[in-house]
């Protein structure tokens, strides 16, 4: 089956700092959506991304696709302590395959 | 509007039993999935149905199956439970099936004993 990967599996950061998360894949992914799950809550669409190369923005959240679509990054400027969860790449053809996730810790 | 809804919200079961979980998705949504999140691990894909039809069978034994009711509601059954089915399964409704925004439920959490 499908497999995504994402890097790292776990970030700390501090307050203000930048974060990134990385989601590979060896098969051109049709389209990549973002998750955030917050700790004890359940995955929360952010976004999705559909075309090569595409980039989108929701305030602090920058997310991009690959120019071969193979790969995603979300990227957050200036953490601040609500970003805390894990973030989820999820390949979504007929059915999603998440990746392994990242988990981000903010420090006060 | 109601999101997704899924009940019973805990469950503790002994290995060897059988569980049904339920789902109601949003309020016009036709897809239902259902996903097995282990603890410190992403949700696991096992069947997405879209208009009472299973459009797609994640890499589970066949002890998993479910099923979509006329009113797009769903069941997932999960026979002969070993202690590894512990997890927290999820269902997540859609407009439409390829490509959708996913709207999750908070979850059952099953623990086997």
């Known amino acids: 089956g499908q497999q995504v990967m994402q890097i790292p599996q776990y970030q700390h950061v501090q307050e203000g700092e930048d974060f990134t998360t990385y989601c590979n894949s060896s098969?051109?992914?049709?389209?990549i959506q973002w998750y955030k799950q917050r700790p004890g809550g359940h995955p929360v669409f952010l976004i999705q991304?559909?075309?090569?190369?595409e980039v989108k923005k929701q305030k602090r959240l920058t997310f991009q696709f690959g120019e071969a679509k193979k790969n995603s990054s979300l990227h957050i400027t200036a953490t601040q302590t609500t970003d805390v969860g894990t973030y989820f790449c999820?390949?979504?053809?007929?059915?999603?395959?998440f990746g392994t996730g990242t988990s981000l810790t903010v420090i006060p | 509007d109601a999101g997704v809804t899924q009940s019973p919200t805990h469950l503790i079961k002994t290995r060897g039993q059988q569980v049904t979980l339920r789902c109601s998705p949003i309020?016009?949504?036709?897809?239902v999935s259902w996903y097995q999140q282990v603890l410190g691990q992403g949700p696991q894909f096992i069947f997405q149905?879209?208009?009472?039809?299973?459009?797609g069978r994640g890499n589970f034994p066949d002890r998993f199956s479910a099923r979509q009711f006329p009113n797009y509601s769903s069941e997932l059954n999960v026979n002969a439970l070993l202690l590894g089915d512990s997890a927290l399964y999820l269902c997540?409704?859609?407009?439409?099936?390829?490509?959708?925004?996913?709207?999750f439920g908070q979850g059952t959490r099953l623990t086997v004993v």
């Open positions: 309020s016009g949504h036709k897809s």
């Open positions: 991304l559909v075309k090569s190369g």
């Open positions: 098969t051109t992914l049709s389209n």
């Open positions: 997540a409704s859609s407009f439409g099936g390829r490509g959708t925004e996913a709207f």
């Open positions: 999820a390949e979504t053809g007929n059915q999603f395959y």
């Open positions: 149905y879209y208009e009472k039809e299973e459009r």
